[in-house]
Nanobody, 110 residues
Framework: VQLQASGGGLVQAGGSLRLSCTAS????????SGWYRQAPGKQREVVAT???????NIQDPVKGRFAISRDNSKNALYLQMNNLKPDDTAVYYC?????WGQGTLVTVSS
């Protein structure tokens, strides 16, 4: 199964973006999925995850600002990012099980 992440870009602090991750098949409802990010010079870190049953977990640095969702009919996973901060600048990767997308760059200017 291939994952394709999109939706990244340049945004000012306080702005919003929605990342999308589309799959070539119905994968997101079969296992755990979510989003990681990797900032320049830093290790990859988990941002948000969703279980097969739809339970979500948002990590503390983005809690209250980011939300994860999915649309099984579209084989899509989303990351809604609000009130973005410069520290959110990173390449964002989606995953489902052992499958990973190629990453999409989010740059937040101050």
């Amino acid at each position: 199964v291939q994952l394709q992440a999109s939706g990244g870009g340049l945004v000012q602090a306080g702005g919003s973006l929605r990342l999308s991750c589309t799959a070539s098949g119905p994968i997101f409802s079969l296992g755990a999925s979510g989003w990681y990010r990797q900032a320049p010079g830093k290790q990859r870190e988990v941002v948000a995850t969703m279980t097969r049953g739809g339970l979500t977990n948002i990590q503390d640095p983005v809690k209250g600002r980011f939300a994860i969702s999915r649309d099984n009919s579209k084989n899509a996973l989303y990351l809604q990012m609000n009130n973005l901060k410069p520290d959110d600048t990173a390449v964002y990767y989606c995953f489902s099980g052992s499958n990973w997308g190629q990453g999409t760059l989010v740059t937040v200017s101050s």
